[in-house]
């Protein structure tokens, strides 16, 4: 593979150490969920990080505006993170404990906050997709300028749902943008062995969308095109947006990634956008040893978010019922409740 060429920073307008500041965060986290998972102190048997697809989280995050709500897939830590998540508290949430985002009952796959525009992270393949769609109609009839944001993945594009919530928005001109984080591999399918036409964008235009595909490299490109988008959408206008990267590692923590060879992956981590954009500002008048002091700083932060996780309370056993009944419904009565209380009557 040909070496990669790094040009520097010429757009004043872009804040670039920003972005950089969030893909390594976003970076360094997932290194830390890893961390947490090989340790046994996650919650569940299963986590999927997004490490090699940050160009897409913190390009298209960087401008989304206070308001505008948003979905993801069960690879969302880094989306979240870059719409200001705090990662003591996802951390927490991933640990299964009480001070986590869902307290502890969402872990990994399923956090939420109402509070940042996350509707809802969800492990069904395209699951999240239509609620964006009732986002949007809502902000429509309102007027409030927000739009809202579907995250999915590559895999999601075979599913049905995806296409009835593209012809819907553009049928109602509603403010929803949908991004598709083509990371190559759905599961261990590779994307060219799942669909004919890889440029994504083509299908939504189809719809009537406004469509565009951008290589995640450089976080710049992706800034560039969500803003565009992001604009058209606040208009009725809803977009696509298809960002190309490569998933470091297996689908989930687990998965050794059989399926793709030592030389693909050795090829596809060279293609590494926060490598590139580190190297973009090293060359430029940040250099190397301000970015030095920033990783550290970066990691230092994350390491304490593992230690809060650690240290945090399991939730009480009796909290299951919390958020699944209204609060003028009285909560459930347990089996060994029941039993101690028939017994008693004995």
Same mark, same amino acid.
């Given at each position: 593979?040909?070496?990669?060429?790094?040009?520097?920073?010429?757009?004043?307008?872009?804040?670039?150490?920003?972005?950089?500041?969030?893909?390594?965060?976003?970076?360094?986290?997932?290194?830390?969920?890893?961390?947490?998972?090989?340790?046994?102190?996650?919650?569940?048997?299963?986590?999927?990080? =997004?490490?090699?697809?940050?160009?897409?989280?913190?390009?298209?995050? =960087?401008?989304?505006?206070?308001?505008?709500?948003?979905?993801?897939?069960?690879?969302?830590?880094?989306?979240?993170?870059?719409?200001?998540?705090?990662?003591?508290?996802?951390?927490?949430?991933?640990?299964?404990?009480?001070?986590?985002?869902?307290?502890?009952?969402?872990?990994?796959?399923?956090?939420?906050?109402?509070?940042?525009?996350?509707?809802?992270?969800?492990?069904?393949?395209?699951?999240?997709?239509?609620?964006?769609?009732?986002?949007?109609?809502?902000?429509?009839?309102?007027?409030?300028?927000?739009?809202?944001?579907?995250?999915?993945?590559?895999?999601?594009?075979?599913?049905?749902?995806?296409?009835?919530?593209?012809?819907?928005?553009?049928?109602?001109?509603?403010?929803?943008?949908?991004?598709?984080?083509?990371?190559?591999?759905?599961?261990?399918?590779?994307?060219?062995?799942?669909?004919?036409?890889?440029?994504?964008?083509?299908?939504?235009?189809?719809?009537?969308?406004?469509?565009? =595909?951008?290589?995640?490299?450089?976080?710049?490109?992706?800034?560039?095109?969500?803003?565009?988008?992001?604009?058209?959408?606040?208009?009725?206008?809803?977009?696509?947006?298809?960002?190309?990267?490569?998933?470091?590692?297996?689908?989930?923590?687990?998965?050794?990634?059989?399926?793709?060879?030592?030389?693909?992956?050795?090829?596809?981590?060279?293609?590494?956008?926060?490598?590139?954009?580190?190297?973009?500002?090293?060359?430029?008048?940040?250099?190397?040893?301000?970015?030095?002091?920033?990783?550290?700083?970066?990691?230092?932060?994350?390491?304490?978010?593992?230690?809060?996780?650690?240290?945090?309370?399991?939730?009480?056993?009796?909290?299951?019922?919390?958020?699944?009944?209204?609060?003028?419904?009285?909560?459930?009565?347990?089996?060994?409740?029941?039993?101690?209380?028939?017994?008693?009557? =004995?």
């Amino acid at each position: 593979m040909a070496e990669l060429t790094i040009p520097p920073n010429t757009n004043a307008n872009l804040d670039l150490e920003a972005l950089y500041r969030m893909m390594r965060r976003i970076r360094s986290f997932e290194e830390r969920v890893g961390e947490l998972f090989v340790r046994g102190q996650s919650a569940g048997s299963m986590l999927h990080l =997004s490490i090699g697809e940050e160009s897409a989280a913190a390009g298209v995050g =960087s401008v989304m505006e206070d308001g505008d709500s948003f979905t993801t897939h069960h690879r969302g830590h880094g989306i979240f993170l870059a719409r200001g998540a705090n990662p003591d508290r996802m951390m927490a949430e991933i640990a299964g404990k009480q001070s986590g985002y869902c307290s502890g009952k969402g872990g990994s796959m399923h956090i939420a906050d109402m509070s940042l525009g996350h509707l809802g992270a969800n492990a069904i393949v395209g699951g999240g997709i239509p609620a964006v769609v009732g986002a949007g109609l809502a902000s429509k009839l309102k007027k409030s300028g927000s739009v809202s944001v579907a995250f999915f993945g590559d895999g999601a594009m075979q599913q049905g749902i995806l296409y009835e919530s593209m012809n819907m928005a553009a049928l109602w001109d509603l403010p929803v943008l949908f991004v598709c984080i083509n990371n190559q591999y759905g599961m261990g399918t590779r994307i060219d062995r799942a669909t004919k036409t890889t440029d994504l964008h083509v299908r939504a235009e189809a719809f009537g969308l406004q469509g565009r =595909s951008v290589d995640g490299l450089d976080v710049t490109d992706v800034h560039s095109a969500a803003a565009d988008l992001m604009d058209d959408a606040r208009a009725g206008k809803p977009g696509f947006l298809a960002v190309s990267c490569y998933r470091f590692y297996g689908h989930a923590r687990k998965d050794k990634s059989p399926y793709r060879t030592d030389e693909e992956e050795e090829a596809g981590r060279k293609r590494d956008s926060v490598a590139y954009t580190r190297e973009q500002l090293a060359n430029s008048t940040v250099g190397a040893d301000a970015l030095d002091i920033l990783d550290r700083s970066i990691d230092e932060e994350m390491d304490a978010s593992i230690d809060f996780a650690i240290n945090s309370g399991a939730p009480e056993l009796t909290s299951m019922f919390n958020d699944v009944y209204g609060p003028s419904e009285p909560p459930p009565e347990s089996v060994r409740t029941r039993i101690e209380r028939v017994l008693a009557r =004995s």
